[in-house]
């Protein structure tokens, strides 16, 4: 899977971009809030709500004593002849432990359909959950058991994804068809087919996982490219099947729509329900 790293000295420097661009800071309970006046890419921020609502966020870092991210959100509120419902919108970020709760107010901002709430740097204790008017940022656990092992590849006349789970320290399908569980962490495996060389490969954005919100169905969607050897690179001469595993994680029971678009290899969809 494409991952982010974000080291020290990045994290370093979005926090002195804060000091440059004179942006407010808040801090209290071991929390920092931070805006920034910094832009990145859409496809590297995991997101998580509605329609009408969403919040996207990366996961800087966790150790024992705290947590950091970087969140933003948006509302999707079209400007309408009615001035109270032009009122815009103030975004709450919520930090919760048990019966313990902090919150801070900030202000969205009017972008034509959309009031979004900008970017902040957020850094909290450890033991706390995150939400932003009520969305619960979801936690990302780490598995144990050490590195996974592949599945092994038979020959395969063309592209497909697959859905599996980990189990131990290997992977196992979960087949179209079979549901998985909210206990179970997730990975698709995106195969191109087998070739007669070497050469070939897939890569892949991180993944948009939109959740399951009452009646409506959770979405998963995955973009990317595929490779081919161009004419005079130096190859394996034997049959390939190159793939690439994604890691998804685990998912709120729900159905959802799983969608791989791949530029160049084609587009593939299945349903997979969670219990």
Do not use: C
């Not at 926090?15 to 309970?29: C, E, K, N, P, Y």
């Not at 970087?70 to 002849?81: D, N, R, S, V, Y």
């Not at 972008?111 to 939400?131: E, G």
């Not at 070939?200 to 948009?208: A, C, K, L, Q």
Request: no cysteine; net charge positive; aromatic share 12%.
């Amino acid at each position: 899977m494409k991952r982010v790293v974000l080291f020290p000295f990045f994290l370093a420097m979005l926090l002195l971009s804060s000091v440059f661009f004179g942006q407010q800071s808040l801090q209290t309970a071991g929390t920092v809030i931070k805006q920034l006046e910094v832009s990145f890419p859409d496809h590297i921020f995991k997101t998580v709500g509605t329609k009408t609502f969403n919040v996207q966020y990366i996961k800087l870092f966790e150790d024992k004593e705290s947590k950091g991210y970087l969140i933003k959100a948006w509302t999707f509120q079209p400007l309408t002849t009615s001035a109270a419902s032009q009122k815009e919108l103030v975004y709450k970020v919520t930090f919760t432990y048990g019966k313990e709760e902090y919150s801070y107010q900030i202000s969205g901002v009017r972008d034509k359909s959309y009031v979004r709430m900008p970017l902040l740097l957020v850094m909290y204790p450890a033991k706390y959950t995150i939400s932003v008017n009520s969305l619960v940022i979801p936690e990302e656990k780490k598995t144990s058991g050490g590195e996974a092992e592949m599945p092994i590849l038979e020959q395969s006349e063309g592209a497909m994804l697959r859905v599996l789970k980990r189990a131990d320290t290997k992977y196992v399908e979960i087949s179209e068809g079979i549901s998985a569980s909210k206990d179970d962490y997730l990975f698709v495996q995106i195969i191109a087919g087998t070739f007669p060389t070497g050469g070939y490969r897939i890569e892949v954005n991180e993944p948009d996982i939109v959740y399951p919100v009452g009646n409506n169905p959770g979405k998963i969607t995955i973009t990317g490219t595929f490779y081919r050897p161009k004419p005079g690179d130096m190859v394996t001469q034997a049959f390939t099947t190159p793939s690439k595993i994604v890691e998804i994680g685990k998912l709120p029971a729900g159905q959802y729509e799983v969608v791989v678009s791949i530029k160049d290899l084609g587009e593939f969809r299945r349903m997979l329900v969670v219990k």
